[in-house]
């Protein structure tokens, strides 16, 4: 199985800054048809997870333009420009290149 | 609006069987790949298994390979999941998502234990 290591597991940030977590792979998450399947999720407590990112740097609809994605082969990052209140929260990288689709362990997103 | 709501969790015995199901709305269900996804305090997010449109194709972590098995009733809006030989290691909110995380609905829990 494709291993997603992410660092750091949390990360004290302060209002305003920017914040940046990275997600590594065990192996490659280019795929066959040249794709890179790597997305980032947000979630807040209580909540479900929501998804931010896909394959690599696609924003969803409705997410703010200070997440960014970027990254190839098996180095990934999520960077987020200035830091808000409601970007508080756990932050997954997930990797659907391969199965079995497998998560990252998490960062935890909070006030410094 | 995207409507997920799974259905059929609560506490069970080690190697009993639960059937979650998830009823979808707001999309064209019969379209969209599925997955189930489970969450708890000490592993984090977890990918279950995924099917796709038709019910043709379907993948699973190794970990329930045997013993949980998705499905899918188009007609129905509806997706499902069929967990046997539960263990307390199953325990965990399990998600009904769309596609690869598109949507997700608010979870249901199952405890596995005597």
């Known amino acids: 199985d494709v291993v997603m290591t992410q660092s750091p597991l949390s990360l004290p940030v302060t209002l305003g800054q920017p914040a940046s977590i990275s997600c590594r792979s065990s192996?490659?998450?280019?795929?066959?048809?040249?794709?890179?399947?790597l997305n980032w999720f947000h979630q807040r407590p209580g909540q479900s997870p929501r998804r931010l990112i896909y394959?690599?740097?696609n924003r969803d609809s409705g997410v703010p333009d200070r997440f960014s994605g970027s990254g190839s082969g098996t180095d990934f990052t999520l960077e987020i420009s200035r830091v808000e209140a409601e970007d508080l929260g756990v932050y997954y990288c997930?990797?659907?290149?391969?199965?079995?689709?497998?998560f990252g362990q998490g960062t935890r997103l909070e006030i410094k | 609006e995207v409507q997920l709501v799974e259905s059929g969790g609560g506490l069970v015995q080690p190697g009993g069987s639960l059937r979650l199901s998830c009823a979808a709305s707001?999309?064209?269900?019969?379209?969209?790949?599925m997955t189930w996804v489970r969450q708890t305090p000490e592993k984090g997010l977890e990918w279950v298994a995924t099917?796709?449109?038709?019910?043709?194709?379907?993948y699973y972590v190794d970990s329930v390979k045997g013993r949980l098995t998705i499905s899918r009733d188009n007609a129905k809006n509806s997706l499902y999941l069929q967990m046997n030989s539960l263990r307390a290691d199953d325990t965990a909110v399990f998600y009904c998502?769309?596609?690869?995380?598109?949507?997700w609905g608010q979870g249901i829990l199952i405890t596995v234990s005597s």
């Open positions: 394959e690599v740097s």
């Open positions: 707001g999309f064209t269900f019969s379209t969209y790949w």
């Open positions: 998502v769309v596609g690869i995380g598109i949507w």
């Open positions: 997930l990797q659907n290149s391969h199965w079995p689709n497998t």
């Open positions: 099917i796709n449109q038709d019910g043709s194709e379907k």
């Open positions: 192996q490659s998450l280019v795929y066959s048809d040249g794709n890179t399947y």
